[in-house]
C-alpha cells in the first residue's frame, strides 16, 4: 500500500511540474518553440536573439523558396519555420568526400540523391554550398534530414533566433 502511494505522489509532483512549466509557456509563449521535426530532437526550447552566431548553434529560420519542396513530397506539414545547426559561414572550406559533406575537421554526414520514396534530390556540388557573404549554411547531424546539402545557404536575414533545448522527449 505504501510504494502505491509513493507512486502516487510521483505522478502528482510531475503533473504539477508538467501544469507550472505550461504556465510558464503561456505566458512567455514566444520565448520557446516546440520543435516536431526529426531534424532535431523533438522538443522544447528557448528562443534568443541571433546574435554573436557559433558553428554548432541551433537555429530558427524562414523556410527558404529552395526548401519548399519539402510541403509538396510531405516531409513535412504545418510549420513555418525550420531549425538547423550553423554548419558554415562565408569563407569556410566545404569538401564532399564519398558523398559526405566535411566542414573544417567535422563530417556532416552523407549526401543522399533519392529519398525514402526513390525520387530524386536536387544535387549540390559544394561550390552552391558554400555560403556568400550574407549568407550560412544550415545543416543536421540526422541521417536523411532535409537540410542545407539540398538546398544551399540561407540568407543570414532570414534566421529568426537562436534556440536551445529545454525538455527533450524521448522516443
Known sequence: MKKRKNKDYKVIFIFLIFLIFMGVLKIEGKNYTINKTKSLPRGIYRLYPPVDLQKGDLIVFEIPKEAEIM???GYVKNIDTLMKKVAAFSGDEIKIENNEVIIG????GKIYYRDNLNRELKK???????PSENEILVLSDVDKSFDGRYYGPIP???IK?????VFIFKN
Do not use: V, Y
Request: net charge positive; no cysteine; glycine share 4%.
Open 71 to 73: 510541403f509538396q513530397r
Open 105 to 108: 575537421s567535422k563530417n556532416w
Open 124 to 130: 549540390l556540388g559544394k561550390e552552391q554550398m558554400r
Open 156 to 158: 543570414i536575414k532570414s
Open 161 to 165: 533566433n537562436k534556440a536551445k533545448p
